[in-house]
């Protein structure tokens, strides 16, 4: 079992950056694909990026290419997501998830992911 806790977030203008970090428990923490996804209010929520094992693998949505990277330490069990070029569409609650799967995958639904932390939410101002 993993848990996962959330930190980094807060109120930014819009064109700066925030860095959401993501400390994760747990042994195996090299075997889950991690990911985060956020929501924001009146909306579903939706993917954002994530990352394989091992981190040979990396997807980001489209609406956040090219502005937000995401990366992970195994040897610290955290996982980061870097957001640059932010915009008030990216205000809302941001969860780090777990998932089991094979070594390469990505998925990007949240019904596949399997741990989830309370979120941290981030809001860009005009």
């Known amino acids: 079992q993993v848990q996962v806790v959330e930190s980094g977030g807060g109120l930014v203008q819009a064109g700066g950056s925030l860095r959401l970090s993501c400390a994760a428990s747990?042994?195996?923490?090299?075997?889950?694909?991690m990911g985060w996804f956020r929501q924001a209010p009146g909306k579903e929520r939706e993917f954002v990026a994530g990352?394989?094992?091992?981190?040979?693998?990396?997807y980001e949505t489209d609406s956040v290419k090219g502005r937000f990277t995401i990366s992970r330490d195994n040897a610290k069990s955290t996982v980061y997501l870097q957001m640059n070029s932010l915009k008030p569409e990216d205000t809302g609650v941001y969860f780090c998830?777990?998932?089991?799967?094979?070594?390469?995958?990505?998925?990007?639904?949240?019904?596949?992911?399997?741990?989830w932390g309370q979120g941290t939410q981030v809001t860009v101002s005009s």
């Open positions: 998830a777990a998932a089991r799967g094979t070594a390469w995958s990505v998925p990007v639904s949240s019904v596949e992911y399997d741990y």
């Open positions: 747990g042994r195996t923490f090299n075997r889950y694909i």
């Open positions: 990352i394989s094992w091992s981190g040979p693998t990396t």
